[in-house]
């Protein structure tokens, strides 16, 4: 069922928000910040009963969409942290990302499915995965989406307009979760086999792996680099994508869990869940040159940075 409009919200800041937006979900703390990367600071926030965690924004649609994980509840949110809509999509509702043209994927943890959502919230097909589908991405053409089938050990590559199955594949860890395309391939990060998958997303083949510290959870690109959220590391594995080889380990924060490149390229935004802060890594010298504090708990699973497109 779809609601308009709505919860109360807090705005922090004008109307009149410009520049590199990070939309960030803090599940203990029940809401959600939009972050100017630019200056470095939360400029309008709004409450969201549930436990948010995973989000999904689009730039192109000036709103984000996020998901309550005790509840299911959908939740999308302009730029100013207004919620415009809801939808109640049930408790197994958990990864998110945005559809080519509008509208959004989402993947049901405890049905094992995949649904393509239009920008109205209704469905447009439904799909079935394999066991715990976590993550779920886009491929940059939107021909294709790929969900983390964390139980299943594998990835599932799908038609992004007609919801077929092309493939189903074995990943190299243990309990994919995070899921990502970059050039051509699908990386995954294996929770339990602390490594990345790689994956040739037109053939479905397994074509390589890179050690990670422990517990990786997500996956993201900036600099011509790769980057690895350890979650019980407190650090970020760098990897070249050339060689599948890791070659650097920076310490983050407590919990890194959320990772994003920033829209310019020149590093990673990267959510800590028990230090209470977001902070941006840069892609050249691995050095962390920011760190914002969070609500309680910031998670920011999914695809959570991008650059407001003006009207």
Do not use: C
């Amino acid at each position: 069922m779809i609601r308009w409009p709505l919860l109360a919200l807090v705005a922090l800041a004008s109307p009149a928000l410009a520049g590199d937006l990070a939309f960030v979900t803090s599940q203990h703390g029940d809401a959600l910040s939009v972050v100017d990367l630019g200056q470095g600071r939360i400029v309008a926030s709004t409450r969201i009963e549930g436990a948010p965690a995973p989000v999904a924004y689009d730039p192109a649609g000036r709103r984000a969409y996020v998901v309550a994980a005790d509840t299911g509840r959908l939740h999308v949110v302009d730029e100013e942290a207004t919620v415009v809509a809801q939808a109640d999509l049930g408790e197994g509702a958990f990864g998110l990302a945005v559809a080519p043209g509008g509208g959004v994927f989402v993947t049901d943890w405890y049905g094992g499915m995949l649904t393509r959502l239009d920008s109205d919230l209704q469905p447009i097909w439904q799909s079935k995965t394999g066991a715990a589908p976590a993550g779920v991405a886009v491929s940059g053409d939107g021909t294709l989406v790929a969900t983390a089938d964390r139980d299943d050990d594998a990835v599932s590559i799908y038609d992004a307009d007609d919801g077929r199955r092309l493939y189903q594949v074995p990943t190299a860890g243990s309990h994919p979760f995070g899921i990502t395309f970059h050039d051509g391939l699908l990386y995954t990060a294996d929770v339990q086999g602390d490594s990345v998958s790689v994956i040739d997303a037109s053939t479905g083949e397994l074509v390589g792996d890179i050690s990670t510290g422990s517990h990786p959870y997500a996956v993201a690109f900036a600099g011509g680099r790769g980057f690895v959220t350890n979650q019980y590391d407190s650090s970020v594995t760098v990897f070249d994508p050339a060689t599948l080889q890791a070659v650097a380990e920076v310490e983050v924060g407590d919990y890194p869990e959320g990772i994003a490149a920033l829209p310019d390229g020149s590093g990673v935004a990267v959510a800590n869940w028990d230090s209470d802060s977001l902070v941006i890594l840069d892609a050249s010298d691995l050095t962390v040159r920011d760190s914002i504090d969070m609500p309680s708990g910031p998670r920011a699973f999914g695809s959570f940075t991008g650059r407001q497109v003006q009207p």
